[in-house]
Nanobody
Framework: QVQLVESGGGLVEPGGSLRLSCAASGSISSINAMGWYRQAPGKQRELFAAIAEGGRTNYADSVKGRFTISRDNAKNTVYLQMNSLKPEDTAVYYC????????????????WGQGTLVTVSS
């Protein structure tokens, strides 16, 4: 009932920048939390950036000061601006969106994007 489409990954040199986008569509009444996770090879998926409905943000220490999460409520889209990228940022990046469906106030959704690979290498 809700689909997420990610875009923006790719190969970038250390110190470079990338911007990821995640657009949600479907039977959406409202969106609460939006977040970005990443999973490096051999490691667990980790939450590193989140933004609440009112715009409050939280970041993991590993990305604080380098990454910025933002959202466009009119477009049901969350963005991730990544600057000063490091080789250790290499991972598959996933967006996660939680909210309510139009069919009922008690119907919620918790959906994942398809993942996009970010490779930081020279």
């Amino acid at each position: 009932q809700v689909q997420l489409v990610e875009s923006g990954g790719g190969l970038v040199e250390p110190g470079g920048s990338l911007r990821l986008s995640c657009a949600a569509s479907g039977s959406i009444s409202s969106i609460n939390a939006m977040g970005w996770y990443r999973q490096a090879p051999g490691k667990q998926r980790e939450l590193f950036a989140a933004i609440a409905e009112g715009g409050r943000t939280n970041y993991a220490d590993s990305v604080k000061g380098r990454f910025t999460i933002s959202r466009d409520n009119a477009k049901n889209t969350v963005y991730l601006q990544m600057n000063s990228l490091k080789p250790e940022d290499t991972a598959v990046y996933y967006c996660n969106v939680k909210g309510r469906l139009t069919i009922s106030l008690f119907s919620t959704f918790d959906e994942w994007g398809q993942g996009t690979l970010v490779t930081v290498s020279s």
